[in-house]
């Protein structure tokens, strides 16, 4: 029935089917289909990319959900699946012919086992929601994306998120135990356990950051750690990004792994201490933030270490936070970087790439000689420690041309990623944004595999369509840009 009416090109009457068909077992609050409230879900984080759905669905149980992935494989219907929308990838841009299902309203936590140290979720809790359950335990959730007082752990999931942290503690790859998902047939599954290691095909690396594409997450199994006995903050300014860069690669390379180790450029570090007042040395070129934590003699230990070979490798400033309030204060500054740039521009543009340690030098002079070729202004605010950068280029969507340049500039710091070993994406998926710069990642034969590997898990296409792996022609036509 569904497919003839496709085939007349009637999205009022796809509308109509669906809705009564979903009124069957949805209640009527559950169902959004009126053009002013489906505005709300359009657009992730990533607003430059938008799309209306067909209908917006929050159902609250996982028969529901089941029921909903069945008719609409059935059917032919597209389905995005969304948590908080807070993606910077344009992720969870709804598909114009299709469903989006909302997780919102799966936003409990189901057990937490202190023994263990474990935590069983729904998709739709928020990832800070988890270490503030737990705390009065003496436990924490480490993954800790700088939208964690927001983000849910199932979009967590969908992307392998990261967060200051995860140069110690690792991705949320590296933070999951278990999970139950539903197949694009609503067939209800169990991927991974309660041990280490499980029998069989280690599924959950292959789910985990696949954005949506091969499954909807229901609920999950988290790892928890023991909080730390003390942490102190290493707040260093250098008077160029070049020696900030640097400073974090000699770190490493004394063999100290810090729990944090992030760099801001001085857009980010004067809009940020404008914006919270952390106390950042505003006439600096570079700002580090190193965090050191674990028991309280290793804590001093390490940072004394860490504090002598900043000002040996060229810190014009050095300071050591000596509370749990002014340590919060210092992350404050950096996890307000973001919004603190939206401050100094009408828009900005957030990338997402990951380099290796020692390229850090070059590719930020790099990326500073193309801005001024753009005549666009970049802030760099970013996870040096493991090189995840997130330059936030400025611009004004109100220019005519100006996002297209900006786009343009976004698509060079990625391919540059690629040129010097890196990666196109470190924790934001690659979603609609970077679609066009798999083809810089990856040759045609993997791209291949790709679509094996979705056609395995969902041979309808109805996942999240047209995300994260590109079709092979338009591979084609990229590549063939410039020649």
Known sequence: M????????????????????????????????????????????????????????????????QKILKL??????????????????AGATPSPDGILLSLARFNRILRIDPEARTATVQ?????????????????????????????????????????????????TVHNVLAFEMLTAEGERVRVGGQGL?????????????????????????????????????????????????DAVAGVIAKGIIPAALEMMDRYAIQAAEDFVRAGYPTNAEALLLCE????????????????????????????TSQSDAERAL??????????????????????????????????????????????LRVANVFHAGDGNLHPLIMFDANVPGEFEKTEEFGGRILELCVAVGGCITGEHGVGLEKIRQMSAQFSEAELEQFHAVKEAFDPGGVLNPGKGVPILRRCQEYRSIGN
Not at 72 to 89: D, E
Not at 340 to 368: E, H, K, N
Request: with cysteine.
């Open 123 to 171: 998709p739709g809790v928020r990832n800070l929601a988890i270490s503030q359950a737990v705390e009065p335990m003496g436990l924490f959730y480490a993954p800790d994306p700088s939208s964690q007082i927001a983000c849910t752990i199932g979009g967590n999931l969908a992307e392998n998120s990261g967060g200051a942290h995860c140069l110690k503690y690792g991705l």
């Open 72 to 89: 609409c494989h059935r059917w032919g219907v597209p389905v995005v699946a969304r948590g908080a929308g807070t993606g910077l990838s």
């Open 197 to 245: 290691d499980n029998c069989g095909f280690d599924l959950l690396p292959l789910i985990i950051g696949s954005e949506g594409l091969l499954g909807v997450i229901t609920e999950i199994t988290v790892k928890l750690l023991p909080s730390p006995d003390a942490a102190q903050v290493i707040m260093a300014a250098f008077d160029s990004v070049e020696k900030a860069g």
């Open 2 to 65: 569904y497919s003839s009416v496709t085939s007349a090109s009637s999205f009022e009457t796809r509308k109509k089917l669906l809705i009564e068909e979903m009124a069957k077992f949805l209640p009527s609050d559950s169902i959004i289909a009126d053009e002013e409230t489906l505005r709300v879900y359009e657009c992730d984080g990533l607003s430059a990319y938008c799309e209306r759905p067909l209908l917006t669905v929050l159902p609250d149980s996982v028969e529901d959900v």
């Open 330 to 375: 210092l992350w404050k500054g950096r996890k307000s970087a973001f919004p603190a740039v939206g401050r100094i521009s009408p828009d900005y543009y957030c990338m997402d790439g990951t380099i290796p340690r020692s390229q850090l030098s070059y590719v930020l002079t790099r990326m500073r000689e193309m801005s001024e070729e753009y005549g």
């Open 292 to 319: 050191i934590d674990g028991v309280r003699e290793e804590v001093l230990e390490y940072v004394e270490q860490v504090e002598g070979l900043f000002r040996e490798l060229g810190a014009v400033a050095v300071r």
